[in-house]
Nanobody, 114 residues
Framework: IQLVESGGGLVEPGGSLRLSCVGFGFDFYRVVMTWVRQVPGKELEWLASIHSDGRDLGYADSVKGRFTISRNNARNTLYLQMNNLEPEDTATYYC????????RGQGTQVTVSS
């Protein structure tokens, strides 16, 4: 299983970004997928999960109403639309096959700063 995240960058508070994650080496369309993030020195934080059929399975309170998880099974791709970003959202973002972060990729850095 390989997961490759992209789409991070530097954005001002209140801005938006869309992260992408492409999966290789497994039946992506069968798997519940998850976004997690990590700040250096802190534990991995679960953000959101999505069922294989596209139904979301919930969001962390810290991102509810601002972030939206989605997927395109035809493209083996998972997305995270992030709106109204806050400095506290600064972290490395990973897609994974579990809330614990199993099989996560190298991550993509998101920095929210003015």
């Amino acid at each position: 299983i390989q997961l490759v995240e992209s789409g991070g960058g530097l954005v001002e508070p209140g801005g938006s970004l869309r992260l992408s994650c492409v999966g290789f080496g497994f039946d992506f369309y069968r798997v519940v997928m998850t976004w997690v993030r990590q700040v250096p020195g802190k534990e991995l934080e679960w953000l959101a999960s999505i069922h294989s059929d596209g139904r979301d399975l919930g969001y962390a309170d810290s991102v509810k109403g601002r972030f939206t998880i989605s997927r395109n099974n035809a493209r083996n791709t998972l997305y995270l639309q992030m709106n109204n970003l806050e400095p506290e959202d600064t972290a490395t973002y990973y897609c994974a096959t579990s809330r614990k972060g199993d099989n996560r990729g190298q991550g993509t850095q998101v920095t929210v700063s003015s």
